[in-house]
């Protein structure tokens, strides 16, 4: 086996610094990363802002290709590491991210993964009270890490990110599927075009005819989803609103968070159901499909959650992409209430108003969209096998565990 030795980060490391303190701006600045784009060791960009390109920032804070990203402050949040790869513009973090940038001796791949592995490790250094908690960049240069040649560091991170590839690879074939579907509900039920062809409206409703706009608590293809379960006992599988990120269509049997300790009052998901947040401004959609029969009978949503059930699985598609649309969205958002926590109730459900196409259309429309939400389906489980597969190895490599000599890998 190749000889590894145990070292401080800063000693393979050309630079550990947080990044700016951004002045912001709504239109025309840099991309700038904050700790919610960094999730799942990816970072998105679904939740960053803008930095004025008017502030001057040194130039060892614009972010390179390879750079590591360690979220720095919070309960949580603090220790959750992903790896920028260059998009062809000037990207930042700020403050409440460190920037990690590997030196000579270490591969920048290597030390993503080095640092994913340590990520529980990273979050022991942080100091401070409960809700201000923080990592200094002094204190994360100080963490150790097992360092092996460069040569075995190539081949265990070729054989990390071949996997990441294929999830990578997947979850890009998942945005055009999405995407797909999308144009084709917009063009349908916005436009009110179908195959090419503008259908014949009713002058008295606006709408074409069979049509109606209508409360979205009294629609005809879906029901709100209202069953609770307010007492069980054991451990529960727990989907919570504050751990996802974005949008989800549910693989079979696939758990996105974990909690052993849930709210009392929960949701029991069903399948053909699609769940949003209530609070305003959070924009988190869950789609439990109908290939989706094996969920365990542990599994409960949280009550942040509301929820609708599709007539059956051709009306899900038209539920999805209603309940997933920024119009939807907007209207929720207006009709919030709450003092400490804005949020949706079931009494204010009833003024959202959506257009409902006949029920022909819509299940016209799901059974052309339902196979490429299954097909969504699909590769949501095949990455969920990949990551558990690669978060297996990551240990057993990073710990010499697996004799990397032996493998015949070409880096």
Request: charged share 25%; with cysteine; net charge neutral.
């Amino acid at each position: 086996m190749s000889e590894w030795q145990e070292v401080k980060l800063n000693t393979v490391t050309s630079y550990i610094k947080r990044g700016v303190s951004p002045k912001y701006v709504e239109i025309d600045g840099h991309s700038i990363i904050n700790q919610k784009c960094i999730r799942n060791n990816r970072v998105t960009y679904k939740d960053s802002k803008l930095l004025s390109k008017t502030q001057k920032i040194a130039k060892e804070k614009y972010l390179q290709d390879g750079d590591v990203l360690v979220n720095s402050t919070g309960v949580g949040t603090l220790g959750r590491v992903a790896q920028y790869k260059k998009i062809g513009v000037s990207v930042f973090c700020d403050s409440h991210v460190s920037i990690v940038r590997a030196n000579e001796l270490i591969d920048k791949v290597f030390l993503a993964h080095q640092l994913s592995y340590k990520e529980s490790a990273i979050e022991n250094y942080g100091k401070g009270a409960t809700n201000q908690i923080e990592l200094s960049s002094h204190d994360l240069g100080l963490l150790k890490i097992n360092l092996p040649p460069l040569p075995t560091q190539q081949k265990i991170a070729k054989t990390l990110s071949n996997y990441d590839d294929l999830i990578e690879n997947n979850l890009k074939r998942i945005k055009l599927l999405e995407e797909s579907a999308r144009l084709t509900y917009e063009e349908w039920f916005l436009r009110f075009r179908v195959d090419g062809k503008r259908l014949e409206i009713n002058p008295e409703s606006g709408l074409p005819f069979g049509w109606e706009n209508k409360s979205v608590t009294e629609c005809d293809t879906f029901k709100q989803d209202k069953r609770k379960v307010k007492e069980f006992e054991g451990e529960k599988k727990y989907y919570a609103t504050a751990n996802i990120s974005e949008t989800e269509i549910i693989a079979d049997g696939e758990i996105i968070s974990w909690d052993s300790k849930p709210s009392r009052a929960q949701i029991k998901p069903n399948n053909n159901t699609v769940w949003f947040a209530r609070m305003s401004n959070t924009y988190k959609v869950l789609c439990f499909n109908k290939k989706n029969i094996n969920l365990q009978d542990n599994s409960v949503l949280s009550s942040g959650f509301a929820g609708f059930k599709a007539k059956n699985d051709l009306c899900l598609p038209f539920l999805y992409f209603t309940i997933n649309s920024t119009f939807f969205h907007e209207l929720k958002d207006l009709y919030a209430t709450g003092a400490t926590q804005v949020s949706l109730n079931n009494d204010s459900m009833s003024f959202i108003k959506i257009i409902e196409p006949s029920a022909n259309l819509a299940e016209e429309f799901g059974s052309r969209t339902l196979p490429l939400i299954e097909e969504i389906s699909i590769l949501r489980s095949k990455n969920q096998l990949l990551k558990e597969a690669r978060n297996i190895l990551l240990p057993r490599l990073m710990t010499n565990v697996i004799d990397t000599d032996e493998l015949d890998i070409a880096v």
